[in-house]
């Protein structure tokens, strides 16, 4: 089978508009979550939220798609695609081949401007600039257009583990040998639409989200988009390999709508068969850039499904949702980039705001920015309602 | 990949034999509702109360092959908008009540993974499981993913890959909005023949049991190609090469199930391929059965599979195709083909 190498990566989040700026502030310890100037709800004052800091109009401008009818979604989707394909300098043939996929993946999609679609969708007044634009898949539509795509395109929604499903789909296409190259990632933007869905469900932390601690309350809403591209090893002239994406696993809970299992048993499936793919041991794991949203659930399965898979021997974990907030369908896209930062410059971004580990658990998150570590084997976990979730490992070339 | 067994709620009475016999229900009222079976003799009351509509066609077309199929190992659903109608009552309540305390039933289901996740929650399937959105080539998505996931096991492998779409006030507001159906009354068995701007709207569930094992199965999904935003004269040469690639000609197929849906600005899609690749073909339609939406080729691939078993599926009598291609398209943009071939072995009715 083909190796399938990471050679671009764009992404944009609360911690800024490109990889690098995101990389400063991973390193200094900053985290993107706080007030919000843009979003507009009942609960922009009274909870966190991990914001981009762009307004739409200077995300139309940063990106020139200033098209009647773009959502937020497709701006900030469009933003972080034009970095990837830049970083990984692919020409407009190459973007345009028939053999370059294009998997990307959304939850709210379409529906981020919750009051035109309330509006439109009830026939409740004067029709909005967006009535065309609110499917899930709209952004994928958009990016297939104005970069004149021709290749395999697709758009996933598994809840959380929607773009760590996108990536599992472009290597296995490219492994495959129905692609030579994909662009894999998502894009989700804060939405009243979502806020109140998770706030239904009472995971929303009024203080900044504290992955793993004892005293955890519930996760932060974030918005973010990230793309990577992804090639086979016999197509490649020339540029940097940032890393391999050596292993998957995909798995379903089958427990609860909205909850893990307590003995992670979709969790612990999913890893397993990531391990097993990547024809790795445990052992072999340098770094879990684990799912860590900060709920109560989330972390105490996920924590119980490392110590059955590791033992005693639990590799260097962190959570960066207390830099990014929990950006949903995005988040497996831009922590698979956060894994590939760790491996390239050999270091560990800190799981903020942790102070105490969970009662029974006892595990202790990296907590500082470890620098001088040599990581090869990263082990990437989103997991999500409906009980999917997806494991990938990304591995430093050899 | 291989398919073992079909079904199917549509706006048909596909959930019993009169469809294969050749009923064709007629529907006036503008919108193509599917017809639903009595759910309670596969979903509990207490679960079906508090169910969406996608997610209780999605079971009930798919929790009797999961029971009937026990080496089912995972479920992947094409839905372009998954469950609307839990999708508006939440986005209604979340402005009516001005983001005041809301109860998480309609969020819940509102995800398009409901179904999904549903399915594996309720037949325990805890293997791989996915859900594609991807407008009109959604399903055409689910089909390659499973073959994928098929493809990489060295053992003999099943899984469940279906479509779901239901109409809601809210899809069809907003597809009204966007022109998508005709403003004129009519009845979808005049739908094809209609020039007029837009269709009608239809709903449904398709469901499939696929393998990577050719025993027990009844065809053969041979393969698949899409294409979006293509230019007028591109299809043409480029379903040629993607026949070539499968060692056909056009002359082997047998049976064109196209997509056609009496819209006067977009038909001319199907009927170009079929004047330019395929003059000695009939174009053959599905829409009248199940009408206008997104996912659509989930229900022209159970049709397609129904037609090679023979059946007598009303304004199909006599064929007996072995090798049928399915094309859809969506207002022009995404445009999807499915190459299906028959397999020797008969059906078992599955409900």
């Known amino acids: 089978m083909r190796k399938v190498f990471i050679t671009g990566m764009g992404s944009i989040s609360s911690l800024g508009l490109t990889v690098e700026e995101q990389l400063k502030k ?39 798609f200033a098209e009647k009818g773009i959502t937020r979604t497709t701006l900030i989707a469009i933003k972080a695609f034009q970095e990837a394909i830049a970083d990984s300098r692919l020409t407009p043939a190459q973007i345009s081949h028939t053999r370059t996929a294009f998997i990307s993946s959304s939850t709210v999609g379409g529906m981020c401007y919750t009051d035109a679609l309330y509006t439109d969708a009830n026939n409740k007044g004067e029709i909005s600039e967006f009535y065309s634009s609110y499917e899930g898949s709209n952004h994928t539509l958009q990016i297939v257009k104005q970069f004149k795509l021709k290749g395999y395109t697709d758009t996933i929604n598994t809840a959380c583990s929607s773009s760590a499903n996108a990536i599992l789909l472009g290597a296995r296409l490219i492994q495959s040998g129905r692609a030579d190259r994909a662009i894999v990632g998502g894009a989700d933007c804060l939405a009243k639409f979502t806020v109140n869905g998770f706030n239904s469900l009472r995971i929303l932390n009024e203080q900044p989200c504290k992955p793993f601690d004892e005293h955890r309350e519930g996760l932060t809403l974030g918005e973010g988009a990230a793309y990577l591209v992804l090639e086979a090893e016999n197509v490649i002239e020339n540029k940097p390999l940032y890393a391999e994406v050596k292993g998957f696993g995909n798995a379903n809970d089958a427990f609860h709508p909205s909850a893990t299992s307590d003995d992670a048993r979709g969790p612990l499936k999913a890893m397993r068969d990531a391990l097993s793919t990547a024809g790795l041991q445990p052992s072999a794991i340098d770094y879990i850039n684990a799912h860590g949203t900060g709920t109560v659930n989330n972390d105490e399965t996920e924590s119980f499904a490392f110590m059955e898979l590791f033992g005693t021997a639990i590799p260097a974990f962190s959570s960066t949702k207390g830099y990014t907030g929990h950006t949903l369908a995005a988040a497996g896209a831009l922590e698979a980039i956060i894994s590939v930062l760790s491996i390239q410059n050999n270091e560990i971004y800190p799981n903020l705001n942790f102070s105490t580990p969970i009662a029974g658990r006892g595990l202790i998150p990296v907590t500082n920015l470890k620098q001088g570590v040599e990581i ?20 430093k070339v050899d | 990949m291989y398919i073992k067994a079909i079904s199917a709620i549509s706006p048909q009475l596909t959930y019993g034999d009169e469809y294969v016999q050749g009923d064709f229900q007629i529907h006036t009222k503008g919108i193509i509702n599917a017809i639903e079976p009595n759910y309670l003799a596969i979903i ?17 077309a798919g929790l009797p092959l999961i029971k009937n199929y026990p080496a089912i190992d995972g479920v992947i659903i094409g839905t372009a908008n998954g469950g609307l109608e839990d999708c508006i009552r939440f986005l209604n309540q979340i402005v009516d009540y001005e983001e005041g305390v809301l109860t998480p039933t309609n969020f819940v289901n509102s995800t398009p993974n409901a179904v999904a996740g549903q399915l594996a929650l309720m037949g325990e399937k805890m293997g791989y499981n996915s859900t594609h959105t991807n407008g009109s080539l959604a399903f055409d998505n689910a089909l390659l993913d499973a073959k994928l996931v098929l493809e ?6 099943e899984l469940l890959v279906g479509a779901v779409e239901e109409i809601s006030d809210y899809n069809y507001n ?10 004129e009354s009519i009845s979808n068995e005049d739908l094809i023949s209609s020039t007029t701007d837009g269709s009608l709207c239809g709903e449904g569930a398709t469901m499939f049991v696929v393998s990577n094992e050719k025993e027990g199965a009844i065809a053969e999904v041979v393969d698949q190609f899409q294409i979006c935003f293509p230019e007028n004269d591109e299809i043409a040469p480029l379903i040629v090469d993607f026949l070539s690639k499968n060692k056909l000609t056009p002359q082997a197929i047998d049976l064109l199930l196209f997509g056609n849906a009496g819209d006067g600005r977009t038909d001319f899609w199907y009927n170009n391929l079929q004047k330019e690749v395929f003059p000695n073909l009939a174009i053959h339609t599905f829409k009248q059965f199940c009408g206008d939406y997104r996912t659509a080729s989930a229900f022209a691939c159970y049709q397609a599979i129904q037609l090679m078993q023979k059946h007598s599926i009303h304004g199909f009598e006599g064929q007996q195709p072995t090798t049928i291609l399915v094309y859809n398209q969506f207002s022009g943009e995404r445009h999807g083909f499915i190459l299906l071939r028959k397999l020797p072995l008969a059906m078992k009715m599955e409900h």
């Open chain 1, 376 to 395: 090869k084997n990263v082990l990437s976990n989103s997991f999500g309602f409906g009980g999917n979730g997806t494991s990938l490992i990304i591995s």
């Open chain 2, 152 to 157: 990489s096991s060295d053992k003999p492998m």
């Open chain 2, 174 to 183: 907003i597809d009204t909005l966007n022109k998508h159906y005709k403003t």
């Open chain 1, 26 to 64: 991973l390193r200094s310890g900053q985290s993107g979550i706080g007030k919000v100037n843009h979003f507009q709800s009942v609960y922009s004052e009274s909870l966190p939220f991990a914001e981009i800091n762009a307004s739409d109009e200077e995300l139309k401008a940063i990106t020139g």
């Open chain 2, 44 to 60: 509990p009351a207490s679960l079906l109360r508090r169910m969406g509509k996608a997610v209780r066609m999605g079971i009930g």
